[in-house]
C-alpha cells in the first residue's frame, strides 16, 4: 500500500492518504478538513513514483534542487 502526503493550503497542514491504487487522475481531499485544495508534497511523489521509470531517472529526479 502506498502512502502520498499532502499539504493542505487551506488550514496549511499536511495529510496522508493511504491507497492501493494510484491517485493520478483523482480528486484529493485534505483528510482533515475535507478542502480539496491540497497539493502532493515532492517527496511523497518521488517516493511512490511510477515503478516502471528507471532507476536512473529516478535518480536524477531525486538530486535535484530547486531555488
Known sequence: MA???FLCLDRGGS?????TQPIEGTRIRC???DFAH????FES???NADA???A???DALRGCHFG
Open 31 to 33: 483528510a482533515h478538513c
Open 15 to 19: 495529510c496522508e492518504i493511504e491507497s
Open 52 to 54: 516502471s521509470r528507471s
Open 38 to 41: 491540497v497539493r502532493q508534497t
Open 3 to 5: 502512502v502520498y502526503e
Open 45 to 47: 511523489y518521488l517516493r
Open 56 to 58: 536512473a531517472a529516478l
